[in-house]
């Protein structure tokens, strides 16, 4: 193999590496057989051979996928960038009609050289994806396309796929605006280097996706995530349980089955534990900041449901509402103002609804502890504490911004103990943990 | 590492999906050239993926192509050494000893653990022969982890040590394939030997063709359609998503209804073929916006 391959492909190892795909010099040793036997003429070959030798789950392929097209570029270079927005347009069109991926993947790097510019002199500065999206509105041909199709079924037989239609070009045009993300960040990185886009552009695979910066488009992926975490969950806590049942043996019980066999204890019993599914009661802060979080972690609890003996669910702003049924009515929480208050919150818990805390409880706080400078109100999340088998507090911000500006962190975690949980990652090994 | 140690079966990735395709196996880009990495380097291959997209018809095929016997070890809670890897035939054994009363002990254990004896089970069958084998773990996410344990044993020198006879070499490497449904995360350990192949549902063109090789009568048009519809079900949040299985089950049900278009009337009365619960029929049908009978 070449030195230059090599490099490469320890850099993209690296790149791998610092997205947190756990990759051992093994696997790269793998990849680089894999490298040389496939040779570098097909590549998507490549990119499914190294996939196949590299990736260890499918939730890290979006990561990879994308530092591949990295490392490994379609091309090199800009493409000739002379057309028109109106002609691009006029082009994407069809193709998108006909479904021509080829042709998409080609009129993606002409969009991004010809309207992805940015910076004096052009390019100077880089190039911008959604500069090259909001130039040539790519979204706004649907109804174009729609049209065109209904004017080329006129003469046929309605058929009941053409309701399905829409959303096939939606998917089209999805299809087509990940082709320019790819394609800016590629000239981006000839730019600035490889190495440091790598770093910076390519985004984190959903597990590990902070729950304060996720956007829209991360938090719908990362409900889509609830079921199969929560299936992982319960499938490893139940052979937790069916190891630990194990061992023990009921002394009383073989000595009475040993009757049976003249004294002589043949089939021993072993002692049965009845795990103590515990009640779960959680506190959510559902105000702006945090409400990916919390909406996410009450998804996670509602599907673990019958993990626990019970759960109840209540939420608030600066109101307290009990949503264990559903009906997230955001109007319930917010009193006089929109901020969120953790000291009135707490208080009216602790005077409404203590009787759904019992010694059997666990009670997990969900929210970023800023309470806006209001009174914290430590004393009523003592008597909370009080009365709970264990109380938590599930912090989504990182430990270094703890106790900055009106944060009360540090006040709450004298009273109880506050981790950090910063993406789905965490809070599956905290909820691992919380479950015997 | 490589070179010597591989099946051996495909000469490139063009070759793996064309023979494939003649065995009725249709593979993207992605399966043939894992197959084909896994044949040349010699690595058991790990398929994941949602039920009913081919992970076992994966391993028959390679079977068929090689002309390999495929040997199958099904995987399910509970399974241990004595049903993977082999086995003494207590009871011959002991009809032996019987047999032989006059004799000395010696004697009688010296011949007790012999072959004649041995019960092999799967693993042990794939590594023993001498003709090309495929074998198919299936499940392996059902077998509990200390199976993954004996896994990584045979799988990554491909011999076994049984006692009494030694140790027992494969003359001839097995192609492997594990599959697994991913109800339970596989371990590192078992993952970092293996080619890790995730399946998933088809692209369209693709599911097509697999339809129409699947269900050879059926209009083109409405296999198309078929695929769509089947597509426009996967995008929903539906409780089990139709599979590749289902989607020709579906075309064969339509075929047999003798339906020449996909209409709202067919597709009321057929929509059971392809989802499997009364929920998921319910709420697809109204965002198909099927009018309720």
Redesign the interface.
Same mark, same amino acid.
């Given at each position: 193999m070449t030195a230059g391959l090599t490099g490469r492909l320890t850099a993209f190892v690296q790149a791998l590496r610092a997205h947190g795909i756990p990759v051992g010099p093994g696997e790269t040793v793998d990849a680089a057989a894999v490298a040389e036997l496939l040779g570098l003429a097909h590549r998507e070959q490549l990119r499914a051979g190294l996939a196949a030798a590299l990736l260890r789950g499918q939730q890290q392929r979006r990561v990879f996928d994308a530092t591949f097209d990295l490392y490994f570029p379609l091309r090199v270079g800009g493409v000739s960038a002379e057309a028109s927005r109106d002609e691009l347009r006029e082009r994407l069109a069809r193709a998108l009609a006909a479904d021509d991926r080829a042709a998409l993947a080609g009129l993606a790097a002409e969009a991004v050289g010809a309207l992805g510019r940015f910076g004096n002199p052009p390019g100077s500065g880089g190039w911008s994806a959604s500069q090259t999206l909001d130039r040539l509105r790519p979204q706004t041909l649907l109804a174009g396309l729609l049209a065109e199709r209904q004017e080329l079924r006129a003469r046929q037989q309605p058929q009941f796929t053409d309701r399905l239609a829409a959303d096939q070009f939606r998917h089209r045009i999805d299809f087509f605006r990940a082709l320019v993300a790819t394609e800016a960040r590629r000239r981006a990185a000839e730019l600035a280097g490889t190495d440091e886009i790598a770093r910076r552009a390519v985004t984190p695979s959903v597990e590990r996706t902070d729950f304060l910066y996720a956007n829209h488009a991360q938090l719908a992926e990362l409900r889509r995530t609830v079921q199969p975490l929560a299936r992982r969950l319960a499938t490893r806590l139940a052979a937790r349980r069916r190891r630990a049942a194990r061992g023990s043996i009921d002394l009383r019980r073989t000595v009475r089955r040993s009757l049976g066999t003249g004294g002589v204890p043949l089939r021993p019993a072993y002692r049965q534990r009845r795990p103590q599914r515990p009640e779960l009661v959680l506190l959510c802060d559902v105000s702006n900041s945090v409400a990916g979080f919390s909406d996410f972690t009450a998804l996670l609890v509602q599907a673990l449901r019958d993990q626990f003996s019970r759960v109840r669910v209540f939420a608030f702003v600066n109101q307290l509402a009990e949503v264990t049924d559903g009906g997230l009515d955001r109007a319930r929480m917010v009193g006089l103002h929109g901020y969120s208050d953790y000291g009135t919150a707490l208080g009216q818990f602790a005077d409404r609804h203590l009787a759904a805390v019992t010694p059997r409880s666990t009670v997990l706080v969900l929210g970023d502890a800023r309470t806006n400078r209001r009174d914290p109100n430590l004393a009523a999340l003592a008597r909370i504490a009080l009365r709970a088998r264990r109380v938590y507090w599930l912090n989504p911000e990182p430990p270094s911004l703890w106790n900055t500006g009106d944060s009360a962190a540090a006040e709450y975690a004298s009273v109880v103990p506050m981790h950090p949980c910063r993406n789905a990652d965490q809070l599956g090994r905290f909820v691992e943990r919380l479950l015997p | 590492?490589?070179g010597e140690t591989g099946t051996h079966i495909f000469a490139s *990735?063009a070759e793996v999906e064309e023979r494939l395709g003649e065995a009725g196996y249709l593979a993207s880009? /992605?399966v043939a050239?894992?197959v084909f990495? /896994?044949d040349?380097?010699g690595?058991p291959l790990l398929v $994941?993926g949602p039920a009913g997209v081919g992970k076992t018809e994966l391993a028959k095929a390679v079977a068929a192509v090689a002309g390999a016997r495929l040997v199958r070890l099904q995987c399910y809670e509970g399974v241990d050494e004595s049903r993977a890897l082999y086995e003494w035939n207590h009871a011959k054994q002991l009809l032996r000893i019987t047999a032989g009363r006059a004799e000395s002990w010696e004697a009688a254990r010296n011949d007790i653990f012999t072959e004649e004896f041995l019960l092999p089970r799967p693993l042990l069958t794939a590594i023993r022969g001498s003709e090309p084998t495929v074998l198919l773990v299936d499940e392996t996410d059902k077998a509990? *982890?200390e199976v993954e344990g004996l896994l990584l044993e045979v799988l990554s020198d491909f011999q076994v040590t049984v006692p009494e006879l030694g140790t027992i070499t494969a003359e001839r490497r097995p192609f492997v394939v594990l599959t697994s449904n991913?109800? &339970? $995360?596989l371990s $590192?350990a078992l &993952? &970092?030997r293996c +080619?890790?192949?995730?399946l !998933?549902f088809p692209e369209p063109a693709l599911e097509e063709r697999i339809v129409r090789l699947r269900v050879p009568g059926l209009d083109a048009a409405l296999a198309?359609?078929v695929v769509? *519809?089947v597509g /426009?079900l996967r /995008?929903m949040e539906l409780r089990k998503h139709p599979s590749v299985a289902e989607a020709v089950d579906w075309a064969r049900t339509l075929l047999a209804l003798g339906a020449d278009? +996909? !209409? $709202?009337t067919v =597709?009321r009365q057929s929509l059971g073929v392809v989802l499997k619960h009364q929920e998921d029929i319910r709420r697809a049908g109204e965002q =198909?916006?099927l009018t309720r009978p």
């Open positions: - | 590492m490589s *990735v880009t /992605a050239t894992t990495l /896994a040349r380097l690595k $994941e509990d *982890v991913a109800t &339970r $995360e $590192e &993952r &970092r +080619l890790f192949l995730h !998933d198309a359609s769509q *519809v /426009a /995008a278009t +996909l !209409d $709202e =597709l =198909l916006g």
